[in-house]
DNA sequence: AAAATATAGTTTACATATAAACTATATGCA
DNA sequence: TGCATATAGTTTATATGTAAACTATATTTT
């Protein structure tokens, strides 16, 4: 009802109930998670890169050469989604679609030279704002806070 | 580089970078809320919700009668996208615009009976769904989640 | 080989989302 | 009072995002 630091003119509840924390912690993941997105996607629009595209581009920078399926199984979104992401990126030059040559109905994904330029321009700026925003916790909350986050993903 | 319980066929590096596991930390974060996310719109579906849509009546649940731009800074959205998000909610007789009597410039939101009831149906299956999702961790564990995301969003 | 089925990518219709320009009303100040 | 400025909501242009239908190519099955 209040966070733990807002003024309050009441009682404290002695304890939340169990299922009240839990759903507010899912609220809380989701607000964290909004508030960094939009932190960092501030600083990519300054290099005039989308989250979604830098997403791609730093995909493709270890997963050179995947089809479009793939790359969306990587991005967790649907194929449909990454054809306008690559229509994109290619008109900006920075990925290019090369035929598969041993299947017909594929793309085998790249970044052209202009893409990994950018790349690497983007990549230390953005690794540093996640790096900032993580220092408000020492090593060990980190870690912690890795793996039941990854707890969580896995139970689904 | 990999994950932890993933097959390995060649020596694990003793620990990993810290900075290395503090961008990983921010990519499960964002791996995970994905995840979460689109089982809990999966399940809203099946009531003919959106995500957002439901997000609006959720909050105007404990808010009736914000304005529109203390809807958006509640939603942490912008007001543009308010907009249209009450226009399709109002043409399915969910919420109304108000006119604020002191103020000709803005409006007050409410619920409509419809509106109250869609939420009253829709609130406790997706309560149980986040609850189902987090019960794999422990209350414990629960409640340190909850306290480092706060954490991460307060340095912001 | 021919027909049935599956798969990769595209298209379409729609719902979000943003930033920035625009409109109408309030407010502050000279 | 009357002008300057600020604020609430809308509109516009653009970028994501989904689900579902569609096209073209592979694969499987008979």
């Known amino acids: 009802m209040h966070d733990s ?3 309050r003119f009441y009682p404290l509840p002695v304890h939340e ?4 924390v839990r759903l507010r912690t899912w609220v809380q993941l989701a607000r964290t998670f909004y508030r960094i997105e939009q932190s960092i996607s501030a600083r990519l ?3 005039e890169l989308t989250m979604a595209q830098f997403d791609v581009l730093a995909t493709l920078r270890y997963s050179e050469g995947v089809t479009q399926k793939e790359l969306a199984e990587l991005l967790l979104v649907t194929k449909g989604n990454v054809v306008g992401l690559l229509d994109r990126l290619q008109k900006l030059d920075l990925v290019e679609r090369r035929a598969d040559p041993d299947d017909g109905r594929a793309n085998r994904i790249h970044l052209t030279a202009r893409g990994r330029r950018k790349l690497e321009s983007v990549l230390p700026v ?4 996640v790096l900032r925003t993580l220092d408000c916790l020492d090593q060990q909350e980190v870690g912690t806070l890795r793996r039941l986050l990854k707890s969580l993903e896995q139970a689904l």
Not at 17 to 20: G, S
Not at 126 to 129: E, F, K, N, Y
Request: aromatic share 0%; glycine share 0%; net charge negative.
């Open 5 to 7: 630091d807002s003024p």
């Open 17 to 20: 109930e169990p299922e009240a």
């Open 45 to 47: 629009a300054e290099k």
């Open 126 to 129: 953005h690794d540093r704002l």
